[in-house]
């Protein structure tokens, strides 16, 4: 690692350089999002890391039906050229490292990304930094998969091969376990399954063709992974050093790579939001600290970029100055602390090492049953890695419910004086602007009115032709930005060659709860009782609508309320409206919870309402669960919404308990 002159104490001492700082930013639109990256590089950030919308993300334009209520809400929307010129204005992307966190349309954004900066002059040899590409832990966590696995998975390495030739200090791929320990994974899963994921990747690239067998090294020295941390630092620092380990041992034993420095782990990290609580969510600055030394302490295993979510993102989207707390506290460890003056200072540890060997032992045995499947693909396929996930979930939430594992000012220590930060809740988060998704489909419907239509069919045709034959897409693609080509078009085009994909729920055969103990039998008493009084067993429907694939928390009601005893109708991500009142129609359910943590509940929760009482359900309750603000909360349950639930409510059983209330008062029981 490199090193530069201390300027605190040690006078003439090296230390090492700092990490790249980001903040993960982008809402809106391209201009606000502009204005809020230029104001963080002036604060001392060092690095981009860019949220895309979910209608980008999944490669929709603003004004597909899918769209509806998610354009902006999760990030910034992209459509074409012209947005990615007002993202990166007054931005010199020769010198800037920009992470992107895109996924499905990785190649489309990477494409948009170098032909705005070759407009500004840059060579593409001169850009640096990451797309995320990672499409595998989309079918197993984030859901923003557009593909089939082997479509998807030929984009990725198609990404791949052309970065290595044409962007050669690109990061064409990010292999993700940040979202797999937000799924439930353990340390010894979330280290196997990227790995698993990363041998995926690279076999596929080895075995493709496009790539001359003796420039592999440049292939797999440029593959970087994001990693996720939690509160257990001295774990996760173990866990960092296991990866490490393995990662060289796959470079070398499985890839034949001798270049020493080609194998190093290249990781960057955003740590654990998933334990970020809603209650007492001043807690929550401590901890993103303590996750923070988990990826840093150990100079071996150290990232190479750190983003630090907000304390109040179990609220809602953070301001500016939530961002920038954020960013203080990267630059507090970095620059006044001695952490950069020492060499790793867990070198010969023995509790450190006993603990590395056995994350080492257990993730490689994961490894080989996957491999002995088939391989990562093969086991998104069968289930096997999603089932685990969520029983992993279920596991991990029974603790916590339990008080097993004690969340402080959840499950313990509840007690609390009022918090000034949360004295006015409607005021402690960012609110979205509401124009945002009619400026977004004005700009939308200007920039096709202004270009060459005949440029654009022709671009896309060429980008079809590409796609039925086995030639690298990313040079159609690049064809495609310049003719002025959308997000959705580019992705139609791909869609209508590929087909769709439902990725595996995971529920139907994961682990809940046997047993369970007085409260489970409680409910199970109630839910029964209820089902014999209206004739039926109660029929609970849990539906994700609009684009937001994050479905941890509905696979975790699912399995709670199948473990209660109610018949349980779950069908994954990326319903709308219409087809949840569809669903309520033919399974005739007793209940309809919606869950939404992308910030669209106020569209699309009051389209369900209102298909429901169009169908003849206005009888059947609803009820959401959501990173929902109180003053939503409150329209919401105004406008007919039996009962809305946040990350406060952590007793799935007593939720399923006030469920069975709902459904007896919506039938005058």
């Known amino acids: 690692m490199a090193t530069e002159k201390h300027r605190g104490g040690g006078a003439g001492k090296a230390f090492d350089r700092p990490w790249v700082m980001r903040t993960y930013a982008g809402h809106s639109s391209a201009a606000e999002s502009n204005a809020l990256f230029r104001r963080n590089l002036a604060k001392g950030q060092t690095g981009l890391s860019v949220a895309f919308d979910l209608p980008t993300q999944t490669g929709y334009d603003a004004d597909h039906p899918l769209a509806k209520g998610e354009v902006g809400k999760v990030g910034v929307p992209v459509a074409h050229l012209g947005d990615v010129r007002a993202l990166f204005d007054q931005i010199p992307l020769a010198q800037m490292n920009t992470s992107m966190t895109i996924n499905a349309t990785a190649m489309w954004l990477l494409a948009l990304y170098q032909v705005a900066a070759q407009e500004q002059g840059a060579l593409p040899d001169e850009l640096t930094g990451t797309t995320q590409n990672d499409i595998v832990k989309e079918y197993l966590s984030r859901g923003t998969y557009a593909f089939p696995p082997d479509a998807s998975l030929r984009l990725s390495t198609d990404l791949i091969a052309y970065t290595v030739s044409n962007v050669p200090k690109w990061n064409p791929i990010n292999i993700c376990s940040y979202h797999l320990q937000e799924a439930g994974a353990t340390p010894v899963q979330e280290l196997a399954f990227a790995l698993s994921t990363a041998i995926a990747v690279l076999d596929r690239v080895r075995d493709g063709g496009q790539v001359p067998a003796e420039r592999f090294g440049d292939v797999v020295q440029r593959i970087s992974f994001f990693v996720n941390a939690g509160v257990r630092f001295i774990e996760e620092t173990c866990k960092m050093r296991a990866f490490v380990r393995l990662w060289d041992d796959v470079c070398l034993n499985r890839y034949g790579v001798t270049d020493a420095k080609a194998r190093r782990l290249r990781y960057g990290v955003q740590v654990n939001s998933l334990g970020l609580t809603e209650a007492q969510p001043e807690n929550n600055v401590q901890r993103i600290v303590l996750e923070m030394l988990g990826v840093t302490l150990s100079k071996n295993a150290r990232a190479r970029a750190v983003q630090l979510p907000a304390w109040n993102e179990a609220l809602g989207l953070p301001r500016p100055w939530d961002q920038q707390w954020s960013l203080r506290m990267q630059q507090v460890l970095a620059y006044e602390s001695d952490l950069l003056e020492y060499d790793d200072i867990f070198d010969g540890s023995h509790v450190i090492e006993a603990k590395v060997d056995e994350l080492v032992a257990g993730a490689q045995a994961e490894i080989d049953r996957v491999q002995a499947m088939g391989g990562a693909v093969v086991a998104v396929e069968s289930g096997y890695l999603k089932q685990a996930l969520v029983t992993s ?211 699309l929760v009051p389209q369900v309402v209102a298909g429901l009482g169009e169908a003849g359900l206005e009888d059947v309750p609803v009820v959401v669960g959501g990173i929902v603000p109180d003053a939503d909360a409150r329209t919401l349950l105004g406008a007919g919404v039996a009962a809305v639930y946040t990350p406060k409510d952590y007793d799935l059983t007593g939720m399923m308990s006030n469920v069975v209330d709902v459904i007896r008062r919506a039938n005058q029981l």
Not at 520 to 527: D, G, M, S
Request: hydrophobic fraction near 40%.
């Open 393 to 603: 979930h279920a596991e991990r939430r029974q603790r916590i419910e339990s008080g097993e594992q004690v969340v402080v000012g959840v499950n313990k220590f509840e007690n609390t004086e009022p918090s000034p930060l949360t004295a006015d809740l409607d005021a402690a988060i960012q609110t979205v602007d509401p124009e945002a998704e009619a400026a977004a489909l004005k700009s939308l419907q200007e920039w096709r009115s202004q270009r060459d239509d005949k440029a654009v069919e022709e671009a896309l045709g060429r980008l079809r032709e590409a796609a039925k034959g086995t030639e690298n897409l990313m040079p159609a693609t690049l064809t495609c930005v310049r003719a002025g080509a959308t997000t959705g078009e580019w992705a139609g085009v791909l869609r209508e060659m590929f087909g769709e994909y439902r990725a595996p729920t995971g529920v139907s055969g994961s682990v809940g709860i046997s047993g369970g103990g007085e409260a489970i039998a409680a409910v199970r008493a109630k839910v029964a009782s209820t089902s014999e009084e209206l004739g039926g067993r109660l029929r609970f429907l849990v539906g994700k609508p609009g684009l937001d694939g994050h479905s941890n928390g509905a696979e975790q009601v699912a399995v709670r309320a199948r473990d209660v005893g109610f018949e349980v109708i779950y069908q994954g991500i990326r319903l709308t409206p219409e087809q949840i009142v569809a669903a309520a129609v033919a399974e005739d359910v007793h209940c309809v919870g919606l869950s939404i943590l992308s910030g669209s509940h106020m569209e």
